[in-house]
């Protein structure tokens, strides 16, 4: 037979084992998303994606600037009087 004390360490052990496992799935589901956050930019940190966007942003400047000014060059061509 065991004691009281002997059953109130297995309940205790047996708690504590529960409470350890729920905290860490409490803490998986709550730190998932600021974790794949941080993985995220530290990703685009290091491999360089900013750049290539920064690229692309700039190829897209460039061919406003030509449309832009080729639509300015046809507004200032003379108007050919309507007959």
Do not use: N, W
Request: hydrophobic letters at 45%; a positive charge.
């Amino acid at each position: 037979m065991t004691t009281l004390t002997e059953r109130k360490i297995e309940l205790g052990l047996i708690y504590g084992f529960i409470f350890f496992y729920v905290f860490q799935a409490f803490l998986l589901i709550v730190l998932c998303v600021p974790m794949s956050y941080l993985v995220g930019v530290v990703g685009q940190r290091c491999c360089g994606a900013r750049s290539e966007a920064e690229l692309e942003m700039e190829k897209m400047d460039k061919i406003y600037q030509e449309v832009r000014h080729s639509c300015t060059y046809l507004r200032k061509l003379p108007v050919m009087p309507r007959r």
